[in-house]
Structures are given as C-alpha cells and as structure tokens.
C-alpha cells in the first residue's frame, strides 16, 4: 500500500483522491459502540461531536445549506457522513487505547503542531491551534470524498426515501417534491372543498399561492398524518388532484376523498 505519510512527494488533493479510490477506506470495519467500556465509549462520542460540528459548517460551502435532521440515514451524503465519523471517532478510540501509538501521536503530531509551552510542569496547549488542525483535516477528509460533487448529485437525483417525513417544515423535502411533480413556480393550491368534489380534475384552477402561511399549516397538517396521509399531502400540495393521486398511490378515488375531506376538516379548524 502507498504511504502518503512517508512519501518524499507533497501530499495534494489529487494524490488523497487517488489513494482513497485505491484503497476505499469508507469500507474500515468499526467496533460496535455498545461494546465500548465506559470511557471508551465518553471518548469515542466526544469526537463524534467534535467532528460532526466541523462537518456541517463545511458542508454549508459546498452546498448542503439546510439541517441534518432534514434528511434520512439514506441520503447519500448523509450516509457516508455517518459512515466517515464513525470510522474516524472508533480509530481515535484505538489509539487512545494504545500507549506507543498514543506517544509515537504525541511526539510527530501533536507537541510539534499544538503546543506553545510549559508551565510548572504542564503542557500549554494552543486551542485555536487544535481548532484550525480539526477543521483542516475534517475539510480534507471531505475533499478527498468529494462531497460537493457527491450533494449536488443527491440533489439532482433525489428520492422520498431521503428525506425525514417527521420533520416539520423540511424545506428540501418540498424542493423534492415540486421537481418530481412539475412545480417549481408557486404552487397552485385548489380550495379543499373543490377536492372533495368527485372526479374534480381542476387541482390548480384557483390561484392561492403556497405562501408562509399555507406551510405552515400544512406541516401542521403532516404532523399527525399517517404515512398515507403524508403522501397525498405532498401529492396535493405539488399540484395534482385526486384521480391523478388515486392511480399513483393504487387507492380508490373515493378514499382520497374522505382524506381530503379529513384535512379540509383539520384546516378549517386551524384557520
């Protein structure tokens, strides 16, 4: 195997890329946290934290502007966030554990880069420092995944599977579901009373604006609503009606009805 850390060429982006796609690192078994003694596992979530907090403030420069919790485990950049923090957090664990590789750290990596004195015996470390290297390697590490390039392709091929259906006003889930379902421009929002109506096919002809408002009530809406229910709510809120809804769901008319009847009930109520 190729060591970079011992090579007499510098370290680029490129040669990182080039290792990882030789020798895919994301596939590194990791312990099962449970199995952790106590202080393995306080040790092993403080880096998780510490990491996970470097991670989303980078992710915001290349493109991944909105929470976490917006997004499902399957998301793929998601996934592979999850994946890398877990690697690194169980690997910090292993050196810890190890007094010479602990030292041998110690001596090549830390004292030199970190520490700016001693006093009365105790080592003075530089925090900002310590902040600039977590934040260079995370962003590194990031780099070399190429998660930009990885966000951008979730987004253009995004799938109900990635997003969070718990989550109150996720913002890119409602992206997600005005690009599969043709509406982009502001959404075309028909009265529920003229859903209720049978066989009614004019989802979009009264023009009431998915304002603020309208979100608002409606995430109320999904909320206490069943997975069903949430479906035909993103279904009625990117612009189709109630046969359209019934063919794609494989439900009877009838019964997107009585939900449309049920959420004119919960609206009015609202209001």
Known sequence: MKDLLNSDEPITLESLREFFHEHDFSTMPVKDPSKYSEDELEL????LKHINAEWQEISKSLGLNHPQDCYSKDFPPELIRDRMQRI???QVVKICGSDK???NIMEDF????????????????????ANEALHNTVNALMQTLDIGSLA?????????????????????RMDHYKKYYHSRSPIKVGSLDEYVEEGNDAAGDIDIELTADVRILIEKLREGASEQEKKIIDLLSAGYNQ???AQKL??????????????????????
């Open 101 to 103: 590789t602990l030292e």
């Open 152 to 172: 951008e392709t979730a987004k253009k091929m995004s799938c109900d599977e990635d997003f969070n259906p718990n989550k109150a006003l996720n913002y890119p």
């Open 243 to 245: 046969r359209e809804i």
């Open 110 to 129: 830390i004292f030199p880069q970190m520490v700016i004195g001693i006093e009365d015996d105790d080592v003075l470390f530089s925090e900002d420092l």
């Open 88 to 90: 690194v957090a169980d």
């Open 44 to 47: 092993y979530n403080v880096v």
């Open 250 to 271: 494989g439900v009877s008319q009838s019964t997107i009805s009585r939900k449309v009847t049920k959420f004119k009930k919960f609206l009015s109520a609202s209001e």
